[in-house]
């Protein structure tokens, strides 16, 4: 059974930085792809950052040169660095997971499997 969990939302002001972690648990091979999404209050869940087994980045154009995604494949995480933050990056991060074997690490909701709880990054 697989399970997401993020951590490290926060409240921060414009122009700061946060540093979202999502642990993975319920698998031990490292072949999946994973991404992260969010969602501000009345507005539809966005794709924000994916990464494939081998490392390869896709962002939102909205968070490039902003954000980073990364990978530790022995501890089974995720993270997001997130720089120059702007009060419309306020919202629910969640980070999902695709294992299928050609999964593709892009931001397409649809092609994410498992998700986290999420956790709430708020900029002023």
């Known amino acids: 059974h697989v399970q997401l969990v993020e951590s490290g939302g926060g409240s921060v002001q414009a122009g700061g930085s946060l540093r979202l972690s999502c642990a993975a648990s319920?698998?031990?091979?490292?072949?999946?792809?994973l991404g992260w999404f969010r969602q501000a209050p009345g507005k539809e869940r966005e794709g924000v950052a994916g990464i494939d087994k081998d490392g390869k980045t896709t962002y939102a154009s909205s968070v490039k040169d902003r954000f980073i995604i990364s990978q530790d494949n022995a501890e089974h995480t995720v993270y997001l660095q997130m720089s120059s933050l702007k009060p419309e990056d306020t919202a629910m991060y969640y980070c999902?997971?695709?294992?299928?074997?050609?999964?593709?690490?892009?931001?397409?909701?649809?092609?994410?499997?498992?998700w986290g709880q999420g956790t709430q990054v708020t900029v002023s």
């Open positions: 319920g698998y031990t091979d490292p072949s999946n792809c």
């Open positions: 999902a997971a695709d294992r299928a074997i050609l999964c593709k690490g892009g931001i397409a909701m649809r092609d994410y499997t498992y």
